[in-house]
């Protein structure tokens, strides 16, 4: 098995390269963002489409042997086991799925001796339907008659009523690997709610699609709870959402939105994956990829969220998103590009490349605006730290531009409320120096690592 997982990763290695030598032809293979699209979306080359197809179609001939089995198919695999003779809810989006693309919804809702009796809807919605920052309300499942209850709005909390009569409620909502990304908080505030009612959790477990091995940033500390940070764990946290509900639940750390309530837990059960090891990225697990949110439409997104969703908090420089590639660039009408990349390209920041890029967003704040800054590729992975990918485009900025100050806005507090601290900012805003910021930023991750060893469900 690990033979074969080291072709393939020689072969996805091999294909982004491809796409990187292609650049000097004028065309271009995006690492993070869509996968045949180039500067300002344009398709690749002939030669380089056909270079990639080659190099793709050897990577799927390896594939079924590192087959991934989410935990919904290892449920069905079981016969239901878990569930049979229980009056269950069910919390998921539509990121809920088996390798057929059928809906978790679907599949428990005609599951023989279970009785599905009520949806639970995160933010944006059961079926996918509700947009960023949209309203969500109570509302009935059109495909299976059920009744739907919004847990993204005045109400994040299953109230004692929603849970009346259940005797579990089933997550299954794929991850993306990260704190800030309210789903985690959402399964929290329902393993809480849950412990007080004595209804079971049973968790489908799915991919970390950053894997299992990087982990990176602060702990949430007193004063910076919230809805994007509710669990003291480090901005990057390298498990499973399986072993991630484990780990809250045995280690005291439900203590509610703000962090400011007594530890609740709950009767938990974690139906495992079959066949993931902590070295995959989703990209090795030759699942299909549904979108969990609009704005990570490919796992290559789900990279970027973490590489530059926190300076994206400050709205200082555009990062893709009202672009085709959400959290794959930085940008700005005031930005030199080539100054930019010359800077970034000394610093020889590991495992990352940058190039310039230009482009217009079709939505949001800059929307019709032309941009200029530079777009960012892993070239090796394994040595890259995805959250300083943002930290050394501010030092670059601010070493290029030093009239503008991105914390002059009155986004820090959400800034900060992301990091989980005002520590990292103070530590940054003293030099501009991205490697001060690690110093902090990196200050806690070795323990959390030993700490959450004894949750590992796969090796």
Request: charged share 20%; aromatic share 10%; net charge negative.
């Amino acid at each position: 098995m690990s033979k074969l997982l080291n072709m393939r990763k020689f072969l996805t290695t091999l294909l982004l390269m491809t796409g990187l030598c292609a650049c000097g032809q004028g065309a271009q293979r995006p690492v993070v963002g869509p996968a045949n699209t180039g500067r300002d979306g344009a398709m690749m080359s002939a030669g380089a489409e056909t270079a990639v197809a080659a190099v793709a179609g050897l990577a799927g001939a390896v594939a079924p042997a590192a087959e991934v089995l989410p935990g919904v198919e290892v449920l069905v695999k079981s016969g239901f086991e878990c569930l049979k003779g229980k009056k269950i809810g069910l919390l998921t989006n539509p990121s809920g799925i088996d390798r057929s693309l059928r809906s978790t919804v679907d599949i428990l809702f005609n599951a023989p001796d279970v009785e599905l009796k009520v949806l639970f809807a995160p933010e944006h919605g059961v079926r996918g339907d509700v947009y960023a920052g949209g309203k969500l309300s109570d509302s009935v499942d059109e495909a299976t008659g059920l009744p739907v209850r919004s847990l993204y709005g005045s109400t994040r909390t299953p109230t004692p009523e929603m849970l009346k009569g259940l005797d579990a409620v089933v997550y299954d909502i794929q991850d993306v690997g990260t704190r800030s990304y309210t789903f985690i908080s959402s399964l929290g505030l329902l393993m809480r709610a849950c412990g007080e009612q004595g209804v079971e959790v049973i968790v489908l477990d799915r991919p970390n699609p950053l894997g299992g091995e990087k982990v990176e940033g602060c702990p949430v500390e007193p004063g910076y709870f919230s809805f994007i940070s509710q669990f003291s764990i480090p901005y990057i946290y390298g498990l499973t959402v399986g072993e991630l509900a484990e780990l809250i639940n045995e280690e005291g750390l439900n203590k509610g939105e703000k962090g400011d309530k007594p530890h609740v837990k709950c009767k938990l059960t974690v139906v495992p994956m079959e066949g993931w090891h902590r070295d995959m990225t989703f990209l090795d697990t030759g699942l299909p990829w549904v979108l969990p949110s609009p704005n990570i439409p490919y796992p290559q997104s789900a990279l970027g969220y973490p590489s530059a969703g926190i300076l994206g908090e400050l709205g200082f420089v555009n990062i893709g998103v009202g672009y085709t590639l959400p959290f794959g660039c930085f940008a700005a009408e005031w930005i030199d590009a080539d100054a930019l990349k010359e800077t970034l390209d000394g610093y020889a920041v590991p495992g990352v490349s940058f190039r310039t890029i230009h482009y217009k967003p079709t939505s949001g704040a800059d929307e019709g605006k032309l941009l200029h800054g530079v777009q960012y590729y892993f070239t090796d992975y394994g040595k890259a730290e995805l959250t300083m990918v943002q930290f050394y485009v501010l030092e670059a900025l601010h070493e290029l531009f030093p009239g503008r100050n991105p914390f002059v806005s009155g986004k820090i507090s959400t800034f900060d409320r992301v990091c989980g601290t005002d520590c990292a900012r103070e530590a940054f805003e003293k030099s501009f120096k991205a490697s001060d910021l690690r110093t902090v930023w990196f200050e806690n991750v070795e323990a959390f690592k030993n700490l959450s060893k004894k949750y590992f469900m796969y090796e």
